[in-house]
T-cell receptor
Framework: DAGVIQSPRHEVTEMGQEVTLRCKPI?????LFWYRQTMMRGLELLIY????????DSGMPEDRFSAKMPNASFSTLKIQPSEPRDSAVYFC????????????FGPGTRLTVT | DAKTTQPPSMDCAEGRAANLPCNHS???????VYWYRQIHSQGPQYIIH???NNETNEMASLIITEDRKSSTLILPHATLRDTAVYYC??????????FGTGTSLTVIP
C-alpha cells in the first residue's frame, strides 16, 4: 500500500501567489483530513471530508483558504493569495470510517511564503 | 472531547521499556484513548487505541486504569528510532482529533 501521497513535498512561493497542495488518500478510505502544523500552534485540523463532502471547515483560517475533493482519490488545498504567515507544514490524512477511525497521515508539504 | 495532560518530555535508555503517561480525568464513557507519534519531519503515525481493556499490538501496549482517568503507553524495548513526540488523544467516534503538545521522548544510546 502506497499510503497517503502528498505533492509537492516542498513549496517556496512569494507573497500574493496562489498555492495548490495535493493529496491522494489511501484507496478505499472515505474520510480525508487537512491539517496545518506550526511551532506556535501545533497541529491544527483545517477541514475534513466524508465521502467527498466537506463536513467541517471551521478550522480554515480565512477565505483565502479553500479545499476541494472532486473524487474519492484526490483532494486539493488552495491558498489564494498566500501570505508569509501561511508558512507551515500541511498534512493530509485519510481514514476508513467505522474501522476505529485511526487516521493515516501523508508525509506533508512544507510551504514557505516569502 | 476530553482534555489530556502529558509530561512535556521524557528520556529513556535504549533497550529499556519506555512508559509514557497520560491523564484524562474528564473522559466520558464513549471516548476512546488514542496514541500517535510524530518522528521529526514526518507525518503523525497511529500507534494504538483502546476503550476500557488493555491493548497490545506489534508497536506498543496500552494500559488503561480501571476508572479510565489515566493511561500508559508502553514501548517494551525502546530503540533510537522511537525518538519522537507522542500524542495521547481522547475522542469519541466522531472524526476530529485534537493533538495537543504531546510528550517528546528521547531514547538515549
Amino acid at each position: 500500500d502506497a499510503g497517503v501521497i502528498q505533492s509537492p513535498r516542498h513549496e517556496v512561493t512569494e507573497m500574493g501567489q496562489e498555492v495548490t497542495l495535493r493529496c491522494k488518500p489511501i484507496s478505499g478510505h472515505n474520510s480525508l483530513f487537512w491539517y496545518r502544523q506550526t511551532m506556535m500552534r501545533g497541529l491544527e485540523l483545517l477541514i475534513y471530508f466524508n465521502n467527498n463532502v466537506p463536513i467541517d471547515d471551521s478550522g480554515m483560517p480565512e477565505d483565502r483558504f479553500s479545499a476541494k475533493m472532486p473524487n474519492a482519490s484526490f483532494s486539493t488545498l488552495k491558498i489564494q493569495p498566500s501570505e508569509p504567515r501561511d508558512s507551515a507544514v500541511y498534512f493530509c490524512a485519510s481514514s476508513l470510517r467505522g474501522q476505529g477511525y485511526e487516521q493515516y497521515f501523508g508525509p506533508g508539504t512544507r510551504l514557505t511564503v516569502t | 472531547d476530553a482534555k489530556t495532560t502529558q509530561p512535556p518530555s521524557m528520556d529513556c535508555a535504549e533497550g529499556r521499556a519506555a512508559n509514557l503517561p497520560c491523564n484524562h480525568s474528564t473522559i466520558s464513557g464513549n471516548e476512546y484513548v488514542y496514541w500517535y507519534r510524530q518522528i521529526h519531519s514526518q507525518g503523525p503515525q497511529y500507534i494504538i487505541h483502546g476503550l476500557k481493556n488493555n491493548e497490545t499490538n506489534e508497536m506498543a501496549s496500552l494500559i488503561i486504569t480501571e476508572d479510565r482517568k489515566s493511561s500508559t503507553l508502553i514501548l517494551p524495548h525502546a530503540t533510537l528510532r522511537d525518538t519522537a513526540v507522542y500524542y495521547c488523544i481522547v475522542k469519541n467516534t466522531g472524526n476530529q482529533f485534537y493533538f495537543g503538545t504531546g510528550t517528546s521522548l528521547t531514547v538515549i544510546p
